[in-house]
Nanobody
Framework: VQLQASGGGLVQTGGSLKLSCIYS????????TSWYRQAPGKMRELVAM???????FYASSVRGRFTISRENAKNTMYLQMNSLKPEDTAVYSC??????????????????WGQGTLVTVSS
């Protein structure tokens, strides 16, 4: 599975950006896709997650401002970011978790990461 993130850039406080992550390869077992971010000098953190079936989760710092979605026909995940703040400045990376039948009555789980895309919010 390969993930390709895009859409980062420079935006002013209060502005909006939409990130995209296209996934390809053996994606039949994808059930969780997420956006993470890492700001300079900080740990990587989960921003938003969407599970097959539509369940979503947001970090408290972005809830109400960011929206995660998936367009399965295009094998693409999005992160719509509104009301951006300087503290949202970070490298944003996409992540996918894939479940594959282990042919022993269960599943094996694999994690994949895309390269990051830089989001810079100026004050």
């Amino acid at each position: 599975v390969q993930l390709q993130a895009s859409g980062g850039g420079l935006v002013q406080t209060g502005g909006s950006l939409k990130l995209s992550c296209i996934y390809s390869g053996d994606i039949s077992g994808i059930y969780v896709t997420s956006w993470y971010r890492q700001a300079p000098g900080k740990m990587r953190e989960l921003v938003a997650m969407i599970r097959s079936g539509g369940f979503t989760f947001y970090a408290s710092s972005v809830r109400g401002r960011f929206t995660i979605s998936r367009e399965n026909a295009k094998n693409t995940m999005y992160l719509q970011m509104n009301s951006l703040k300087p503290e949202d400045t970070a490298v944003y990376s996409c992540y996918a978790e894939v479940a594959r039948d282990n042919y022993e009555g269960g599943y094996e789980y694999y994690e994949y990461w895309g390269q990051g895309t830089l989001v810079t919010v100026s004050s």
